[in-house]
């Protein structure tokens, strides 16, 4: 059994992956920001955290995590003419900087453990380059070089990994696929003709977390039906 913290467990990839370890015996300890999204049945500990905010307060964790897992993100597509620089601030905000303080905050717990993961999240826009994509692609970028660098930094005693998805079907994505035509556009731009579950997504996370991983450091992970790499 092991303690796994998920920032944004109330929704999404969050969800699906924090029901999954639960259901696998795994104490986990889940945070949302402003809603609950779902039930707090089964957490160790479903708490209010706003990533953002001057001190958040993690006092609510065991003194040994196992595993941590960044969830929170943001999709703003817009033409590069109409982005503002203070745009951008706001992504890497709560993309990479949330992220940040979070592992910062955490390093003590997981240090404190023999075999402790980190898992984040990027998208495939990063490798691709896909338009209107300027803000998610700049500050996942971000995201990608930090699972790197921290990699390098932390190992041998903590793993860090990053998964890059394709659109998926989640809260975040909900104007892009909030018609059964944009559903079906989106799924036919990707080779294996679908758009991601949330579930596709959590048990790739949950494998990134476990000891089967454990070769496993420094790799950002594609996830996105064959978009990056297969042109059919």
């Not at 795994?26 to 706003?50: E, I, M, P, R, Y």
């Not at 404190?112 to 490798?127: D, E, K, R």
């Not at 104007?175 to 949330?198: C, M, S």
Request: aromatic share 6%; net charge neutral; with cysteine.
């Amino acid at each position: 059994m092991a303690n796994i913290l998920i920032i944004g467990a109330s929704s999404g990839i969050g969800a699906s992956l924090a029901k999954q370890l639960i259901e696998e015996g795994h104490q986990v300890f889940g945070t949302f920001n402003k809603t609950t999204g779902t039930s707090a049945d089964g957490f160790a500990k479903f708490q209010s955290l706003n990533v953002l905010d001057e001190n958040p307060d993690f006092s609510f964790l065991p003194d040994v995590l196992d595993g941590l897992v960044y969830c929170p993100g943001a999709v703003n597509l817009k033409p590069f003419a109409r982005v503002k620089p203070e745009d951008f601030v706001s992504d890497f905000q709560i993309q990479l900087v949330g992220a940040v303080k979070v592992i910062q905050a955490c390093l003590p717990m997981l240090k404190n453990s023999n075999h402790s993961s980190i898992v984040l999240f990027s998208t495939v826009a990063m490798q691709m380059g896909l338009n209107f994509h300027s803000l998610v692609a700049s500050s996942k970028g971000a995201v990608e070089g930090l699972t790197r660098a921290l990699a390098a930094e932390f190992a041998p005693k903590i793993r860090v990994n990053c998964i890059a998805p394709s659109i998926t079907d989640t809260p975040l994505a909900g104007t892009l696929l909030n018609t059964d035509e944009k559903k079906e556009a989106n799924a036919q731009r990707h080779p294996l003709k679908k758009i991601g579950k949330p579930e596709d997504l959590a048990n790739l996370a949950a494998f990134l977390l476990s000891e089967k991983s454990s070769w496993i450091t420094g790799q950002v992970i594609h996830a996105d039906g064959g978009m990056s790499s297969v042109k059919i």
